[in-house]
């Protein structure tokens, strides 16, 4: 789109135009310098000027791309600070997506039709980002109705950290049978014979689930790339511009890192992934990063593409896991001195890390081993390091953290599994699962993610929804307003606070001139909308680094054009990824309860005008006819 006379913004023939002019905004731009703008301009990729349309004018020549955002909300990038983006785009085309399905009935449809056009030898897998809660339905799938939908095709459909549902084909896929043991933390549900049922429960380990879907087949060859930058798209459409990549199981370095390196030089990558390194196989942990730290170091790479530290584990014994329908495991006693090797060995060599910590226990088992070596002047000493999760932690260990130089990042996994939660450990601890006002109280970065793709949705939105509602999945209340934030300080979780988690504090988060040039102009404006149409916001236009990567509505067509999705036979490729609906109809008991209000409020009216001779006193005269003898 080149440029063209706007309200008078006409070409001018500049020594250095703007490559691109975005005008016509409701700008928050996170800066306490200029919180508000109308307009910036973009210049190798970096933001040029933010202001009006009187600042922008002189930098806009004869080749600038010149949008009108039509007075619509413009943001800074989002950047999730925890999500597996990288294993993500390594799959996201085999997956079939239940996020913001609103019924079981209509995912199911989605799953039989799905296994009618998947070829012989493939699964149909959905996995992560749904709930139960969010079904009208409130249920899981049943086995039956798997085996239905889906007679001779593979089905695995995962349910949060809890558990898996497979159909006969998949159990026969997979290998299991009668005499399949149950593996340690795990367990396979059996009948009457013996025969596993279909059902398969983390008990509390979740590796049960993930080693099973992990015997389905993979992408190969150029499919990895065109998965990713699918998956990159869909991040993008909701105005995410990075991302920092937690690792996880599964992902070996650098053998499935191997295609964002390849998008990377091929500058084919639309959002910033700074990642971190996990160590898979127990017992070889300090091995593993003693030898990455020998052929890379934190911050290699650009700005597009970085190493961030290690973890999310950094020895398998020190990590917990977060089945919520299952008691607190119990880590092994003496985990401290491996883990002690491994975060010295981090240290010494300038690496940072991050640690997945659902419960406070063992977040003080970790504190005591990070005081220990804070007498030796390892902490704090500049390197950046944060807890994840946290859902239990103490204001004791937040204190802690806080003098040792740490950080935290929070995730909306309770948007998913909030009712397990409340049920196991009550409303007490629901309500500050995690203390996100405790943790910001006390001056902590905190950065906002998702955990997406297994357990939480990767929609930013529905986690922005979370932070500021308290509300889960299925509108059930759980942090009360003492443990909410408002919608700027929500934003920043997602902007500012990210960018502070990799050291690029002064060059994203924010718009302002020097800053890179991510952004996203919404759907809806986010700081105006009824508070539970923020988990339906969209973005219309995602710009990264001055290029447009995302264009929807009246903007679609501006954005880079993506090799078509394969394999054809694609459940993304048929359905897309998130299914967005618009904000639910009000609750039949919240809609009583509006009634009740209205009448109440309609008899206050009437006896005021009673009281004022406007009305005469007494019975109401109206008359239906429907009810005449």
Not at 100 to 112: E, H, I
Not at 327 to 346: D, H, I, N, Q, T
Request: net charge negative; proline share 6%; charged share 20%.
């Amino acid at each position: 789109m080149s440029a063209i006379p706007v309200g008078g913004l006409v070409p001018q023939a500049t020594d250095d135009p703007a490559e691109l002019v975005v005008r016509n905004a409701k700008v928050h731009t996170g800066d306490p310098g200029r919180p508000q703008a109308e307009a910036l301009a973009v210049r190798g990729g970096v933001i040029t000027v933010v202001g009006d349309d009187t600042d922008v004018a002189p930098h806009i020549g004869p080749a600038t791309k010149v949008v009108d955002a039509l007075g619509r909300r413009m943001v800074p990038g989002l950047n999730d600070a925890h999500l597996h983006v990288i294993r993500g785009g390594l799959n996201y085309v085999l997956e079939l997506r239940w996020d913001g399905v609103r019924t079981l009935a209509q995912g199911l449809a989605m799953l039989r039709e799905q296994a009618a056009r998947t070829p012989k030898g493939q699964w149909v897998r959905v996995v992560g980002g749904w709930s139960a809660e969010q079904f009208a339905e409130q249920r899981l799938p049943t086995v039956a109705e798997l085996n239905a939908a889906a007679p001779d095709t593979p089905v695995f459909v995962l349910h949060l950290y809890q558990s898996a549902i497979l159909n006969r084909a998949a159990l026969n896929a997979a290998g299991f049978g009668k005499d399949t043991p149950d593996p340690k933390g795990g367990q396979i549900v059996r009948g009457r014979d013996g025969a596993p049922t279909g059902m398969l429960l983390a008990a509390p380990s979740a590796l049960i689930l993930y080693s099973t879907l992990a015997k389905a087949p993979v992408l190969e060859g150029a499919d990895r790339k065109t998965s990713t930058r699918h998956f990159l798209r869909e991040l993008n459409r909701f105005g995410l511009t990075s991302a920092i990549d937690a690792a996880g199981g599964f992902q070996n370095f650098p053998d499935n890192y191997a295609t964002v390196i390849e998008l990377a030089e091929a500058g084919q990558l639309s959002l910033r992934i700074a990642y971190h390194l996990f160590p898979q196989t127990a017992g070889q942990e300090i091995d593993d990063l003693t030898r990455w730290i020998s052929m890379v170091r934190p911050e290699d790479g650009d700005a597009w593409l970085r190493l961030n530290g290690a973890g999310e584990n950094l020895t398998w014994a020190a990590a917990d896991f977060e089945n919520f329908t299952e008691p607190r495991p119990e880590l092994a006693s003496g985990y401290e001195a491996e883990f002690e090797k491994a975060v010295r060995l981090l240290m010494e060599n300038g690496w940072g890390f991050r640690l997945h910590a659902t419960y406070d226990e063992t977040i003080r088992r970790d504190l005591a081993v990070f005081e220990k070596l804070a007498a030796e002047g390892l902490f704090p000493a500049g390197n950046r390091w944060l807890f994840d999760h946290a859902e239990t932690v103490s204001a004791d260990s937040l204190d802690r953290i806080a003098s040792l130089g740490g950080a935290m990042s929070v995730q909306n996994r309770l948007s998913f599994q909030g009712r397990a939660f409340l049920r196991r450990y009550g409303p007490g601890a629901a309500a500050d699962a995690p203390p996100v006002r405790a943790m910001l109280d006390r001056g902590l970065t905190v950065g906002g993610g998702t955990d997406a793709t297994r357990v939480s949705s990767y929609n930013p939105w529905v986690a922005l929804h979370w932070l500021v509602s308290g509300r889960n999945a299925g509108d059930l209340v759980l942090r009360p307003p003492a443990n909410r934030v408002d919608r700027q300080t929500a934003l920043a979780m997602f902007t500012r606070a990210g960018a502070a988690l990799t050291g690029e504090e002064q060059v994203k988060g924010v718009l302002r001139p020097g800053c890179h040039a991510d952004l996203a102009v919404l759907s809806d404006d986010y700081f105006t909308v009824p508070e539970p149409a923020i988990a339906h916001i969209e973005s219309l236009l995602t710009v990264v680094g001055g290029r447009i990567v995302y264009a929807a509505g009246e903007y679609e067509g501006l954005d880079e054009e993506l090799p078509s999705i394969s394999p054809a036979w694609s459940p993304v490729a048929h359905f897309g990824g998130y299914q967005a609906a618009q904000p639910a109809a009000v609750a039949g008991a919240r809609q009583a309860e509006l009634l009740g209000q209205a009448v109440a409020e309609s008899e206050q009216h009437r006896r005021w005008r009673v009281a004022r001779g406007l009305a005469p006193d007494g019975p109401s005269s109206v008359f239906d006819p429907c009810f005449a003898v």
